[in-house]
Each structure stands twice: as structure tokens, then as C-alpha cells.
């Protein structure tokens, strides 16, 4: 149910310094490709991004028109910033997403080569060896590993899960979407049993994983398309982010039997929410959304039936992705639309606090913060990877 509009609002600082980056890199500078999704290890010391572009302004359709092959890539760094390893390939596209598994030892790569063929490339981190290859027929929207990298699920037309036996990966089990639908985003919990996929035609669903089988998928529609889906580490909770005002959250246990939110709450002010997170416990929820050309972000405490605002803060410009630590101590936002204008990076504590701000040059799409909280990695349409320690 929809929470109290009677809240209480933090108290905060303004941040008057910059968040000073450790290193930032630049995989590809010509073309000039955009960092559309970063990763970070659990312990900050392994990050991995992918290039990526399209032409969004010049009124492209991802079709055999727009089929301009581009030297693209998937990219790794340690703690320092020095060069782990680099996978190029040639592309219409490239990375639209990657994911890194919490213990830095497997990496995945996904979005598009070629118009009708998408792609998901599994990494062993150590060697930097693309060890899998799997195509689609459309776009990779999403990947995201369990802890230990037993298990890679993917979003695009269909549901992708592949598996893990000691180093050598299989062919995925598919769960369809329904007709004309394809899947926007995905989360799975970190011991792999509970996997959600938000829909571009408003479905969010969840699907339990059995030794590496899909259960019988349960899920929820809403008018509107979903952007974002999480999950917390322990598969307690999930959450969703959709073209409406709200924030949607759900409980594992429950979802079977209701099919409905175990709570939302309206984003204040905003429009649209475009990107969600949560904790490992799924005791704390954040949640960004649009406000005409600027944007807030928003913390939840998640008390069941309920969710309690902690506190809400504005972003200079359109939020595109928000992330939380382990414990929920640490919030990221990062901000920037349309394409050729400035982006920001932002630092929150628990208490809503700014600790600190970057301004790039472009807009900037993602920003992850390891789980331990003690760095971030973070990726912009200048084609740049920035790493953050933590203090």
C-alpha cells in the first residue's frame, strides 16, 4: 500500500567539494563510444566496463540501416586503475550491459553486434579469456551473476539463465515472455535461487532456479514499462522501478499467493522512477526518479507491509541509475539527459548527507558501489571509467 505523505525530512549537508576520482580511463576514444554499465567486485578490487553506441539523436532504429561496424570492446582494471585484460570485438553497438560476480572471478558482457543478433560473453576474470558465447535475437538489455558465478541470467526477448560446472558453462535455459514482450531488466539473489525480470510491456516477474531449471514463473502487470528491477542478496526482497510515480516492492515468500506489491510509495514530485536498489537484507530501498528535466532520489526504510521515507534529495538533471552497499550506509546516484550535455555522480550517507559530487562532461549512466562500500566505479557518455575510494 501506498505509505504516508506526512514525512519527515532529513537533514542534510551540501557537498561543497568534488568527489576526486583515484583514476579515470578512457578504453576507446575514437569513435567516441559511451560507459553505459560498470561492475565492481565485493572488496572494490576488480572493475569491469564495456563500450558502447548509437546514434539516439539522429532518429536511428537499431536496423540494417543503422548496421555501421565500430571496434567496441569489454574491459578490466584492478584497484590502481592498471589494465587486467581487453576483449575487442566489432559491433553496430556493442556493451549495453555487464555484470561482475561478487568475488571478482567471472565477468559477463551482453547488448548487440549486429542488427537481429545480440550477444552474452562470459569472462574467466583471472585470464581475461571469453570462455562463452551465446547469441540472441535481439538486444542484451541485462546480466547479473550470483555471488560465486554458479549461475548468469540474462534479459532480451527472453529470459536467459546460464550455469556453471567448475569452469565450463552450458547452453542457457529459456523462459519465454509473453507475446510481443521482451525483458528490460534482471536481478538475482546471490545464492542464485530467485531470479526477477521487469518487462517492457509492465510485467515484473520471478522465477525460482532449480539446480540451474526455471520454476513456474509468478508474475505481476502494470500499465507502463519497467526500467529497473533489484534484488537483495538473501532473495528476501525485490524491487521495481516503472514508468509511473512509484516505487514497487515485494517479498519472496509472499508474491506466490498475493501476484501483488507488498508495498509501494509515490516518489514525490516525480514523473517517472527509472532506477531502484536494495540492500543485502532488504531492510533499506532506494529509489530515483525524473522531475521535468531534473530529479530526486529517495530512501526507503522497507518495514513490511509499509515502506518509511528516510529522506529524499534533489539530482541537477535526469537520475539514471542509483546503488546501495551491503548495510545500506552508502547511496549512488548518477544523473545526465540528453545526450551532449553534462552528467553528475553523487555520494549520500545513510542520513542523507552529500558527500560528494563529480560533474562530467556528459551525460553519465552508471555507478555501482562495491559491496563492502569501500569504492565505485562509474561510467559516462565521454567514453570515461571512473573509480572513487571510499573514505
Not at 116 to 143: C, D, E, H, L, P
Not at 205 to 215: H, R
Request: aromatic share 12%; with cysteine; hydrophobic share 40%.
Amino acid at each position: 500500500m501506498p505509505v504516508s505523505s506526512k514525512k519527515k525530512k532529513a537533514k542534510s549537508k551540501s557537498s561543497t567539494g568534488s568527489m576526486n576520482p583515484s583514476w579515470k580511463k578512457s578504453p576507446i576514444s575514437t569513435p567516441q563510444e559511451y560507459i553505459n554499465s560498470v561492475a565492481i567486485s565485493q572488496d572494490g578490487s576488480t572493475v569491469v566496463a564495456g563500450t558502447f553506441y548509437f546514434p539516439y539523436g539522429a532518429g536511428a532504429k537499431h536496423s540494417n540501416a543503422d548496421a555501421t561496424q565500430l571496434t567496441v570492446g569489454t574491459f578490466a582494471w584492478n584497484a590502481k586503475g592498471t589494465s587486467l585484460w581487453q576483449d575487442k570485438f566489432q559491433a553496430t553497438e556493442g556493451v549495453y550491459w555487464v555484470a561482475l560476480s561478487r568475488d571478482g572471478k567471472w565477468a559477463a558482457a551482453a547488448g548487440l553486434t549486429a542488427p537481429g543478433q545480440g550477444f552474452v560473453y562470459i569472462y574467466n576474470v583471472a585470464s581475461g579469456a571469453r570462455v562463452s558465447s551465446y547469441n540472441t535475437k535481439v538486444r542484451v538489455n541485462m546480466v547479473a551473476f550470483s555471488s560465486d558465478g554458479s549461475y548468469l541470467v540474462a534479459g532480451a526477448d527472453e529470459t536467459y539463465l546460464f550455469s556453471r560446472s567448475g569452469a565450463a558453462w552450458g547452453a542457457p535455459k529459456i523462459l519465454p515472455s509473453a507475446t510481443g514482450d521482451s525483458v528490460v531488466a534482471v536481478a538475482m539473489s546471490m545464492d542464485g535461487q530467485w531470479i526477477v525480470a521487469g518487462t517492457f510491456l509492465g510485467s515484473v516477474v520471478l522465477v525460482k532456479n532449480t539446480a540451474g531449471a526455471f520454476g513456474a514463473p509468478v508474475s505481476w502487470q502494470l500499465k507502463g514499462t519497467i526500467h529497473w528491477v533489484a534484488m537483495s542478496a538473501d532473495g528476501s526482497t525485490f524491487t521495481a522501478a516503472a514508468s509511473g510515480s512509484s516505487v514497487y516492492c515485494f517479498k519472496t515468500t509472499t508474491f506466490g499467493s498475493t501476484k501483488q506489491p507488498a508495498w509501494s510509495s509515490p516518489l514525490t514530485g516525480c514523473k517517472s522512477c527509472r532506477a531502484v536498489a536494495v540492500c543485502d537484507d532488504g531492510s533499506v530501498v532506494s529509489a530515483a526518479g525524473n522531475v521535468g528535466t531534473t530529479g530526486k532520489v529517495f530512501l526507503f526504510a522497507n518495514q513490511g507491509t509499509s515502506g518509511k521515507q528516510l529522506w529524499a534529495q534533489a539530482t541537477k538533471r535526469n537520475p539514471n541509475s542509483t546503488s546501495l552497499d551491503t548495510a545500506g550506509k552508502y547511496v549512488t546516484v548518477a544523473d545526465g539527459y540528453p545526450d551532449q550535455t553534462p552528467g553528475d555522480f553523487y555520494l549520500f550517507d545513510a542520513g542523507g548527507n552529500a558527500m560528494g559530487s563529480l560533474t562530467t562532461n556528459n551525460m553519465s549512466w552508471p555507478m555501482q558501489i562495491s559491496a563492502d562500500g569501500t569504492a565505485i566505479a562509474a561510467g559516462s557518455d565521454n567514453s570515461y571509467v571512473y573509480y572513487f575510494g571510499v573514505k
